[in-house]
């Protein structure tokens, strides 16, 4: 992800999340030195757009999903699991055992994906977003 992809990025933040993140979020993740954050483009109606993004930390050995959202115009097309498995990569490559992630505990469409790729609920956030519990999620290679 570069600074020339945030507008892009914030458009799909905002169509799928009640609290998204901001401009300045975003942009102080691209210089935070633990921070990764990947795009993924595709060919949509003649034009490349931002199909989705994930954004992670990398600290001694353990990795944490901060975000991650699809384009709703190209949802339920494998764009975030082609994300996640290229973060995976990456992650094995830089000697990361294990991952965590929150998500909102009524998101059953993330929750069925993330176990899908091995994740295991591991205990509740109460209020973690504010008006809902998290469900934080665990995942060893």
Known sequence: MTIGDLEEALK?????FPNPWSY??????????????LTAKAPFEG???LAGYIIYWTVHGEAHILNIAVNPLL????VAT??????????R?????????EVRKSNAPARELYRRFGFREAFERKNYYGDEDAIVMTLVF
Request: no cysteine; net charge positive.
């Open 12 to 16: 799909i933040e905002r169509a799928s």
């Open 24 to 37: 300045g979020q975003f942009e102080s993740e691209l210089k935070n030195p633990v921070s990764v954050a």
């Open 47 to 49: 034009d490349e757009i």
């Open 75 to 78: 949802r339920r097309r494998g």
């Open 82 to 91: 082609f994300l996640l498995r290229e973060s995976f990569a990456r992650m």
């Open 93 to 101: 490559r830089n000697l990361v055992f294990e991952v965590f992630l």
